[in-house]
């Protein structure tokens, strides 16, 4: 028996050359798919091709779902159409949708094409949903039971249906105009008498999402209740379709690449590192630094106002940069602990007063060591300085770490507010406003303490 340490590109390349169909099936059968995709990953489109012919439909189903988009496209535009057709009848609805939103259109064209009427209608109604909803994550691959079913039949509707649905371990029941009454668990329908009605043993306390609730938010909900589905209906409360948490997890996956994206500074793009081109993580950056870049002016021309003053006491130059670093840092801080509030603590705007009065007493006393730390500095390592000038530059931290964290707090509240993603905020805007600010209280302090 072959171990999965010892598998590797090269010998699969040999057994494809060999034509040893059996023993490829056998590793097929044997390992885990997910490894061996990432091996035919990086074989040539032909072995591919040859394995995909040879290999048991299912399995080439499954591995083709842990490919990139691009061996994807490749291995679609070599299919014929009666090859596109089997795929198909082996993927559920909503990897097929997963892989079409990414291809081009001629792809999705040529897929579309070889569709049979029932899976191109599947295929088109989770395509009409709004990206990132609810609807277009869902599949419709799930077991539906009627309340009237008695558990005899609901056995046999599992059998039939089983097969297709992503999990059955969780059935939906509807009533007669497909409203979505309740939901039976697997062991629940094996351990009932046979003559039992569905209705006396199903759960009508439903927790469900609708079609064009954000990803997000049904990755909230699957998480707060400790759920491993969840139901989809549509506005008038009809079942459409099931979120299993697989799915979820690649939706957390692409929400927290996002958001760290943004906080960054960097516009959201798709794709590994090393998949994108050179053009595409320039433009996803470019924006945003020729943005700050230019916010920056003010900054700039802070300084220049306070040029004189410079000039009389040039010491006060050379604190500039650890205040403004101090200042981008706390404000950061702040920011990315509401963030991460409002993802998972069901932090809102109208929690705005918490927030202030948490940051300004966190901000307080941080000022403060802040203070004291920076004064022992000034002493130690430039003893020869004026201690008015030392009180300066200690107040300003002070100050300038009270006002960084109230504005690095309500800022992604703001932005919520206003319906916009809070990591928006992040640290490139809040680093940019508590510049401008710990440079006006830095001067100001200076003028009215050192009298220039």
């Known amino acids: 028996m072959i171990e999965l340490s010892e598998l590797h590109k090269e010998m699969l390349q040999e057994l494809i050359s060999l034509k040893q169909i059996k023993k490829l099936r056998e590793i097929f059968d044997e390992f ?13 489109l032909q072995e591919i091709l040859f394995l995909f012919k040879t290999l048991k439909k299912d399995i080439t189903a499954e591995v083709f779902t842990y490919l990139t988009y691009e061996k994807k496209e490749e291995i679609i535009k070599s299919f014929t159409g009666p090859e596109i057709t089997s795929m198909l009848d082996n993927l559920y609805a909503d990897d097929i949708v997963d892989f079409l939103e990414e291809m081009p259109a001629n792809v999705v064209k040529h897929v579309l094409a070889a ?12 395509l009409s949903y709004p990206e990132y909803s609810a609807g277009s994550i869902m599949s419709t691959d799930f077991v539906e039971l009627e309340s009237m079913d008695t558990v005899e039949k609901a ?37 009932s008498d046979p003559d039992e009605i569905i209705e006396q043993i199903m759960d ?24 491993n589905v969840v139901p989809v209906v549509n506005d008038e409360n009809r079942l459409i379709g099931i979120i299993t948490v697989d799915d979820i997890i690649d939706v957390l996956e692409e929400e927290v690449t996002e958001d760290i994206q943004k906080m960054a500074a960097i516009i959201p793009t798709e794709g590994s590192y090393l998949q994108m081109t050179i053009k595409e993580m320039t433009r996803s950056r470019i924006v945003w630094l020729l943005l700050l870049m230019i916010s920056a002016t003010f900054t700039g021309l802070i300084i220049e106002g306070y040029e004189a003053q410079l000039l009389i006491i040039p010491a006060l130059a050379g604190a500039i940069p650890m205040i403004m670093s101090t200042g981008g840092n ?21 929690d705005y007063l918490k927030v202030l009065w948490k940051e300004l007493q ?42 960084a964290k109230l504005v690095g707090g309500i800022l992604p509240l703001i932005a919520m507010f206003f319906k916009q993603d809070p990591a928006a905020m992040a640290a490139p805007i809040i680093t940019t406003i508590v510049d401008a600010v710990a440079l006006i209280i830095y001067f100001n302090l200076a003028v009215a303490i050192l009298g220039i």
């Open 32 to 44: 885990n798919l997910i490894d061996l995709a990432e091996i035919v990953e990086q074989m040539e």
């Open 115 to 126: 569709a049979t009427n029932e899976q191109r209608a599947e295929i088109n109604l989770l």
């Open 155 to 191: 056995i046999g509707k599992l059998k039939k249906q089983g097969e297709r649905a992503e999990t059955i371990s969780v059935s939906y029941v509807i009533d007669d105009k497909r409203l979505l009454v309740g939901s039976v668990i697997l062991r629940d329908i094996v351990l």
């Open 204 to 227: 009508t306390d439903i927790i469900a999402v609708k079609t064009h609730d954000d990803q997000e938010e049904v990755a909230r909900i699957i998480s707060k209740y400790d759920i």
């Open 330 to 350: 706390a404000g950061s801080q702040a920011s990315t602990m509401v963030i991460r509030g409002i993802a998972v603590d069901d932090l809102t705007y109208k």
């Open 362 to 403: 966190v901000s307080l006393i941080s000022g403060v060591v802040l203070f004291g730390a920076n004064w022992v500095r000034l002493w130690v390592f430039k003893p020869g300085t004026a201690w008015q000038i030392d009180l300066v530059i200690s107040a300003t931290l002070l100050l300038t770490v009270i006002v």
